[in-house]
């Protein structure tokens, strides 16, 4: 089975950081572009940021530009989103989900962390 598990929200002051972690299993990621989103109540969900390891590419959020980092460990199959300089529009459900080449979807989902940054 594919499964993904999104960890490391948690509760934190505008200006912390947090560091979430997608754990996979059945699959390996270097085969797969993989995103993290994430929703705030009543708003959209948005894409986060995007890491492809096979082509050495990441994306960001313009809002989290400098901020988020993106990475992957290949020999603990995981990908990592570093977040500092929180800020309370951050606070959100985050996501990770991957899809396969040429695929416009991400097929699938992890379970979400919840992220809360206070003021």
């Known amino acids: 089975d594919v499964q993904l598990q999104a960890s490391g929200g948690g509760l934190v002051q505008a200006g912390g950081s947090l560091r979430l972690s997608c754990a996979a299993s059945?699959?390996?990621?270097?085969?797969?572009?993989t995103g993290w989103f994430r929703q705030a109540p009543g708003k959209e969900r948005e894409g986060v940021s995007f890491?492809?390891?096979?082509?050495?590419?990441?994306y960001y959020l313009d809002t989290v530009e400098g901020r988020f980092t993106i990475s992957s460990d290949n020999a603990k199959n995981t990908v990592y989103l570093q977040m500092s300089s929180l800020k309370p529009e951050d606070t959100a459900v985050y996501y990770c989900?991957?899809?396969?080449?040429?695929?416009?979807?991400?097929?699938?989902w992890g379970q979400g962390t919840q992220v809360t940054v206070s003021s």
């Open positions: 059945g699959f390996a990621f270097d085969d797969y572009t």
């Open positions: 989900a991957i899809r396969g080449p040429q695929s416009p979807a991400y097929g699938y």
């Open positions: 890491i492809n390891i096979s082509r050495g590419r990441t």
